[in-house]
């Protein structure tokens, strides 16, 4: 069966395809022909198996994650949980924005719920101490479901960055990339990351003072390094 491209990117292609009658998303990592070969497979193999292991994780603690069918280390490739309605949270925002018009309170009561609903799946993420490693609104799917709370469920992807960690460090770490990441795509709506935070204290578990001083260290030093340049 022929394969059809539905993404390409630096680090891949996804395919639309088929598992056992199942229609899948079947994500290939490139060969980066830069590296050496032997390292290019390591990292290869590393980010796949990462993958795997985060996406079981996320789903055995409750947190929407696509199901991983099957995997071939030899091609690259993992065949995993399609979602042919889902859009990314980025592309929500924006159409949120965008569709509610001059609507301010309409487009914040939106908003807020989503960041409280993001806030509350990393809190809980973190809780279970998996570190995503590239939190984005991109990496989050809205996913259209009648029965969900207002209609949706929200469900991380790409965890070729993930690891497992208990260390305040590396969640704060994960905390700071997802701010940067809201101020760099929707710094108009400044206020989402707060949202998200509340709703964090309040799920990611007894060290949440720790990792959130932790947090506001590495948010610092992000601000001395963007002051020097």
Same mark, same amino acid.
Request: with cysteine; charged share 25%; hydrophobic share 40%.
């Given at each position: 069966?022929?394969?059809?491209?539905?993404?390409?990117?630096?680090?891949?292609?996804?395919?639309?395809?088929?598992?056992?009658?199942?229609?899948?998303?079947?994500?290939?990592?490139?060969?980066?022909?830069?590296?050496? /070969?032997?390292?290019?497979? =390591?990292?290869?193999?590393?980010?796949?198996?990462?993958?795997?292991? &985060?996406?079981?994780?996320?789903?055995?603690?409750?947190?929407?994650? /696509?199901?991983?069918? %099957?995997?071939?280390?030899?091609?690259?490739?993992?065949?995993?949980?399609? $979602?042919?309605?889902?859009?990314?949270?980025?592309?929500?925002? =924006? %159409?949120?924005?965008?569709?509610?018009?001059?609507?301010?309170?309409?487009?914040? &009561?939106? +908003?807020?719920?989503?960041?409280?609903?993001?806030?509350?799946?990393?809190?809980?993420?973190?809780?279970?101490?998996?570190?995503?490693?590239?939190?984005?609104?991109?990496?989050?799917?809205?996913? /259209?479901?009648?029965?969900?709370?207002?209609? !949706?469920?929200?469900?991380?992807?790409? $965890?070729?960055?993930?690891? !497992?960690?208990?260390?305040?460090?590396?969640?704060?770490?994960?905390?700071?990339?997802?701010?940067?990441?809201?101020?760099?795509?929707?710094?108009?709506?400044?206020?989402? $990351?707060? !949202?998200?935070?509340?709703? !964090?204290?309040?799920?990611?578990?007894?060290?949440?003072?720790?990792? +959130?001083?932790? $947090?506001?260290?590495?948010?610092?030093?992000?601000?001395?390094?963007?002051?020097?340049?």
């Amino acid at each position: 069966m022929a394969l059809e491209i539905i993404k390409q990117g630096a680090e891949g292609r996804l395919y639309l395809g088929e598992f056992k009658g199942e229609a899948c998303l079947i994500k290939e990592r490139f060969v980066k022909k830069y590296r050496h /070969p032997e390292l290019d497979a =390591q990292i290869t193999r590393q980010r796949m198996k990462a993958e795997i292991k &985060a996406s079981g994780r996320c789903l055995s603690a409750g947190i929407l994650a /696509p199901r991983i069918l %099957h995997s071939d280390m030899k091609t690259h490739q993992l065949y995993m949980e399609y $979602f042919g309605s889902a859009q990314t949270a980025k592309q929500f925002i =924006q %159409h949120t924005v965008k569709e509610s018009g001059s609507d301010k309170e309409r487009i914040k &009561a939106t +908003l807020m719920e989503l960041c409280t609903r993001i806030g509350s799946i990393v809190g809980q993420m973190h809780a279970n101490n998996i570190i995503h490693g590239d939190l984005t609104t991109s990496n989050m799917l809205i996913n /259209p479901n009648p029965a969900a709370k207002n209609g !949706y469920d929200v469900i991380l992807i790409d $965890f070729g960055l993930s690891h !497992y960690n208990q260390a305040a460090e590396d969640k704060g770490v994960d905390l700071y990339v997802l701010e940067r990441a809201l101020l760099s795509t929707h710094s108009e709506k400044d206020y989402m $990351f707060e !949202y998200i935070l509340a709703a !964090y204290r309040a799920e990611s578990g007894k060290d949440v003072q720790t990792v +959130l001083a932790k $947090f506001d260290e590495v948010r610092a030093r992000g601000r001395k390094r963007t002051m020097i340049g």
